[in-house]
């Protein structure tokens, strides 16, 4: 065991510089995804990015948005609790159901038939489900869905907020809405609690950059404690 112990010791001794290359937690200079407070380049960034979106919070990834979709879900619906979900979600959705062990309790969006597409969600019949599951916590919508189509968001958002519930969407294709008057509007200009976008699919970002945008600062707390708890987010972001 001694033997085995000293190997370890030499291991890290000769690694040690390979270590300090993992930016995100081992320059204190540069900040951290992983805390909220300090005024290094990290924290700047997420500032920069929520003043751009007009919101109170960001919180960029270099993992795609899957693991955004995740950790937004567990910051907003008590673990265990029933979740309003499109039928059409993403497969990162279902991830976040299985973690929190929440009952999706699921709204299917119109189909047409000459389209041969799924559309987006309607007000009307979020109003419905929400009528007759009066133990929903959280609704979650993605806007647009993948073939673009943009569905009653706002509407959405509204009944939701009227019963007192989160709005988490998955807007992995919608980060440009916010910046072009031409589109649809942008969720987080809808009043959406967590909105999630994929910049790297529909903006210039590097490698899988996505980023979370949190309209007020309720929820951050839940959502960096699952941040740092559950290892979704890598601890090697790299800093263009």
């Given at each position: 065991m001694t033997a085995k112990l000293s190997e370890f010791a030499t291991a890290v001794r000769l690694l040690r510089g390979a270590f300090l290359l993992d930016h995100s937690v081992s320059v204190g200079e540069l900040g951290s995804l992983f805390h909220r407070d300090g005024d290094g380049p990290v924290q700047?960034?997420?500032?920069?990015i929520a003043k751009a979106y007009g919101v109170a919070w960001s919180?960029?990834?270099?993992?795609?948005?899957?693991?955004?979709?995740?950790?937004?879900?567990?910051?907003l619906a008590p673990p265990g609790s029933a979740v309003a979900v499109n039928r059409?979600?993403?497969?990162?959705?279902?991830?976040a159901l299985v973690h929190g062990g929440y009952r999706p309790v699921y709204y299917c969006p119109e189909y047409d038939s000459e389209l041969g597409l799924p559309l987006g969600p309607t007000s009307n019949a979020i109003e419905?489900?929400?009528?007759?599951?009066?133990d929903v916590s959280c609704v979650v919508v993605t806007y647009p869905n993948y073939f673009g189509i943009a569905g009653e968001c706002a509407g959405i958002i509204e009944a939701a907020h009227r019963r007192g519930l989160p709005v988490l969407v998955d807007a992995a294709h919608g980060a440009p809405l916010h910046f072009c008057s031409e589109l649809p509007d942008a969720a987080e200009d809808l009043g959406a609690d967590v909105v999630l976008q994929s910049t790297h699919k529909t903006m210039g970002a590097l490698s899988q950059g996505s980023i979370a945008l949190f309209a007020t600062e309720t929820h951050l707390d839940a959502f960096y404690d699952a941040v740092s708890h559950l290892g979704l987010v890598s601890t090697s972001f790299s800093y263009p």
């Amino acid at each position: 065991m001694t033997a085995k112990l000293s190997e370890f010791a030499t291991a890290v001794r000769l690694l040690r510089g390979a270590f300090l290359l993992d930016h995100s937690v081992s320059v204190g200079e540069l900040g951290s995804l992983f805390h909220r407070d300090g005024d290094g380049p990290v924290q700047q960034l997420k500032r920069n990015i929520a003043k751009a979106y007009g919101v109170a919070w960001s919180f960029p990834a270099a993992c795609g948005t899957s693991p955004l979709n995740v950790l937004g879900l567990l910051a907003l619906a008590p673990p265990g609790s029933a979740v309003a979900v499109n039928r059409d979600c993403h497969v990162s959705v279902h991830a976040a159901l299985v973690h929190g062990g929440y009952r999706p309790v699921y709204y299917c969006p119109e189909y047409d038939s000459e389209l041969g597409l799924p559309l987006g969600p309607t007000s009307n019949a979020i109003e419905s489900l929400l009528s007759s599951n009066t133990d929903v916590s959280c609704v979650v919508v993605t806007y647009p869905n993948y073939f673009g189509i943009a569905g009653e968001c706002a509407g959405i958002i509204e009944a939701a907020h009227r019963r007192g519930l989160p709005v988490l969407v998955d807007a992995a294709h919608g980060a440009p809405l916010h910046f072009c008057s031409e589109l649809p509007d942008a969720a987080e200009d809808l009043g959406a609690d967590v909105v999630l976008q994929s910049t790297h699919k529909t903006m210039g970002a590097l490698s899988q950059g996505s980023i979370a945008l949190f309209a007020t600062e309720t929820h951050l707390d839940a959502f960096y404690d699952a941040v740092s708890h559950l290892g979704l987010v890598s601890t090697s972001f790299s800093y263009p």
